[in-house]
């Protein structure tokens, strides 16, 4: 095998390590209903799973900046 087929070959079988390691890792997340994506009027909806809303971390409120009414430039009279 020449070597320039090295970087190929070693970048191959990384990705193949990896998308194993992927597989097994979600058949053993213990979630027995996957769920199912839902087209709903507001959009798409992740309907049933193994995900808790109280699992996700909520973000901290981000201050409201209230802008100013614009001001009626002076008449020229």
Excluded: F, I
Excluded at 18 to 45: H, I, K, M, N
């Amino acid at each position: 095998m020449e070597r320039r087929w090295l970087p190929v070959v070693v970048t191959a079988g990384v990705a193949a390590l990896l998308a194993v390691a992927a597989v097994l890792t979600a058949d053993r997340a213990g979630c027995a209903e996957p769920g199912s994506y839902v087209r709903t009027p507001g959009g798409v909806q992740l309907v049933g799973g193994c995900l808790n809303t109280a699992d996700l971390p909520v973000a901290p409120p981000q201050p409201v900046h209230h802008l100013a009414p614009p001001t009626k430039p002076p008449s020229g009279d």
